[in-house]
């Protein structure tokens, strides 16, 4: 079963909403690709512009992250539903930035996804290890308790819609990428994983992409893994270079 390639650019807090405009008209032809999914996931303030300045085109927008709640006294979060309304398609959920930095555990992620998918959002989920980790040699335990953990009471019909991204922490905006057979092999386990929980056909289905340093000259490589289904874009995506990533020579 051929699964479509999705790359998607996760902004961060960068760009002001004139910024985001503006680059939004500097890719737009760049990255045109009737083959592959493109998504830029932008910042909350951005969203609604971003929407705009890409219909026509075949961007589609995400968000960088949402609440679980539907409303209510929740100062400063954002709702599914909010999201769905405003012209959004993806959300990513559980990066690891939020991990890290604002404590976000598994507990919290699996109500994420649950509800971006009650609302009709496809997750991005994230899920990767420390260079700690990796050193240990608990890489693949790290990222089989994540994805379980996660993905607790979803169905495998809403796991086969969804993508899953592998960024190796120490990968992330440092330049180190992971080799094309390690990130390969993480991938791989991902999808076995899947298999285990659910069954071969929605570890088939679901797509799964590299995260960490991706650039236009190691996308080509990474993207001709059989397990790897495109790429979560950071630093990258925020440049003419996000073409060479959406298209690879």
């Known amino acids: ?26 890719l737009k032809d760049l990255v045109v690709n009737d083959e592959v999914d493109v998504v830029y996931c932008v910042p909350a303030i951005d969203i609604v ?55 976000e555990d598994d507990a919290l992620l699996n109500k994420k996804v649950k509800k971006a998918l ?17 050193e240990m040699g608990i890489t693949l335990d ?38 094309s057979d390690q990130a390969e092999e993480v991938c791989g386990a991902i999808r076995a994983c899947i298999a285990e929980i659910y069954d071969e056909a929605t570890a088939e289905a679901v797509r799964i992409q590299y995260g960490g340093s991706v650039n ?3 996308a080509k490589e990474l993207f001709g893994k059989p397990d790897i289904d495109g790429g979560l874009v950071g630093g990258a995506s925020l440049k003419a270079d996000f073409g060479k990533i959406v298209n690879p020579e």
């Open 142 to 179: 790290w990222i089989r308790m994540q994805i379980k953990c996660d993905l607790q009471g979803v169905t495998a019909e809403q796991v086969a819609s969804m993508v899953i991204a592998y960024e190796p922490i120490w990968a992330i905006g440092t330049g180190k990428t992971a080799t």
């Open 49 to 103: 512009p971003v929407v705009e300045a890409v219909k026509g085109t075949n961007v589609k927008v995400g968000a960088e992250n949402m609440y679980f709640e539907e409303k209510g006294a929740y100062t400063g979060e954002i709702s599914a539903a909010m999201l769905k309304d405003a012209g959004v398609e993806y959300v990513i959920i559980g990066h690891s930035e939020r991990r890290d930095y604002f404590k």
């Open 216 to 218: 236009g000259g190691n």
């Open 1 to 26: 079963m051929a699964r479509r390639r999705i790359v998607a650019g996760n902004w961060k807090m960068n760009m002001t909403p004139s910024e985001a405009v503006a680059l939004c008209a500097q």
């Open 118 to 134: 009650e609302a009709g959002l496809t997750p991005i989920l994230c899920c990767g290890e420390s260079l700690e980790q990796r």
